[in-house]
């Protein structure tokens, strides 16, 4: 098994606006209705608001792969790229998603390292993200890993508000 992660260029656009969909209606279809997911989806991840992101200074984006295949990735920002006023010192993980049939293999470990090896290399002091109210697999995941709620936020799915809990992490430069 080889797990390799690959920062994404604008020549990945295409690969990124296909995992971002994939992964995105995995983790969401089953509790949205669907109309509010496809006005997500096409909202959040059409090629234009993709390249944007892409070529934003301070957001990155990450492939995971495993045994070649692009398998999840992961959304950083830093300064005002943040989707909260966070402050310097802090990098958000905004998306980090791994498709379904590779949980379990330690794919998301493997991208929520490489968040913090960035944010050491850039002397952050916290990592934050939100995560969906209900979605306790991932709470129990950001919590094993050391992120404790901060507060919440809300989140449109088209239409329907929804809330995201925000989680940070204090980090050592």
Known sequence: M?????????EDLSELQKISKVTFTETFEEHNAPEHLNAYLEKAYNSGQLAS????????FYFVCYNEETA???KINTGDAQTEPMGKEALEIE???????YHKHG???RLMEEAFDIAARGMKTKIWLGVWENNENAIAFYDKKGFVQQGSH??????DE??????VKTITP
Request: glycine residues 8%; hydrophobic residues 40%; proline residues 2%.
């Open 95 to 101: 998306r980090i998603y791994v498709k379904n049939k």
């Open 2 to 10: 080889a797990i390799t992660v690959k920062k994404c260029t604008i």
């Open 107 to 109: 794919l998301g470990k």
């Open 53 to 60: 992101e892409l070529a934003n200074p301070s957001s990155e």
């Open 162 to 167: 929804q809330v995201d809990l925000i989680m």
């Open 154 to 159: 809300s989140f449109y799915m088209g239409d």
């Open 72 to 74: 999840g990735y992961l």
